[in-house]
């Protein structure tokens, strides 16, 4: 088996450490984003539910800050986004390189695309079920809890499957820029040195990473709408 990884893919059976610290390092910056970011655009996403026209706790001006402030971050490319936010990096972590410094750039690019999808799962509630909650006089965070997120499952799930594989796509254009993880090996060990079997291998695990996630989230799906 070795011998035929050392024909197909030589140089990176040379760096298996480097290979497996940046793995690692895109494990680590998916799930400590990703965790973070979840928290955020389930509560954005619900505050956008609840306060929308036609929401449960109407408020015309929160709905539109935040639906606006949600649109801004959405429209800007990530790069440019990781950019810009470097003296916010350096000031809140110390530093605005290497995996610890890609943390933050990669919650304020994730924050609002999730915002958008937990908005999108809620809005797919019946609202005849909201309307006979009402009806039997639950509070609006009642309706909330109970309604909105409990009838919603499946599609906050599905919204926390497709996060995630963004997010992937997001540590690699991170480390691409001096982030780590895969993107950085890939850019230093293949594109720099015309070392092909580095870019492909490294695309084959995001790959690997992307299926296992699907299928996570596919089985969550499957067991909360049985």
């Given amino acids: 088996m070795a011998d035929f990884l050392n024909t197909i893919i030589p140089n990176v059976m040379t760096k298996p450490d480097e ?7 895109t494990v680590y910056m998916v799930i400590v984003s990703g965790a973070i970011s979840m928290v955020f655009g389930l509560f954005f996403g619900i ?25 801004i971050f959405r429209s800007i490319p990530f790069v440019i986004l990781l950019t810009a936010l470097i003296p916010l990096t350096r000031m809140v972590v110390g530093t605005a390189i ?8 990669l919650i304020f690019g994730t924050v609002p695309f999730f915002t958008r999808q937990i908005e999108s799962a ?9 309307e006979a909650a009402e009806s039997m006089g639950d509070s609006p965070w009642q309706i909330i809890f109970r309604v909105y ?10 919204a926390m499957q497709i996060t995630f594989i ?7 254009m991170a480390g691409a820029v001096g982030g780590g993880g895969l993107g950085d090996f890939a850019i230093r060990y293949g594109h720099s040195r ?21 299928s996570t989230g596919s089985y969550v799906i499957k067991k909360t709408t049985h």
Avoid: C, H
Avoid at 98 to 105: F, H, S, Y
């Fill in 19 to 25: 290979l497996w610290e940046s793995f690692g390092q």
């Fill in 47 to 71: 505050i956008l539910t609840a306060t929308s026209p036609k929401g449960v706790l109407k408020n015309k001006v929160i709905f539109n800050i935040l639906d606006k402030l949600v649109n």
């Fill in 98 to 105: 290497g995996t610890k410094g890609a943390i933050l750039p």
């Fill in 122 to 130: 809620l809005a797919e509630v019946d609202y005849g079920l909201i």
């Fill in 149 to 158: 997120l409990k009838e919603s499952v499946p599609g906050i799930v599905r």
């Fill in 166 to 172: 963004s997010l992937v796509g997001l540590t690699a």
């Fill in 194 to 214: 015309g070392q092909t079997d580095v870019t492909y291998a490294t695309v084959i695990i995001i790959l690997i990473m992307v299926s296992l996630i699907q």
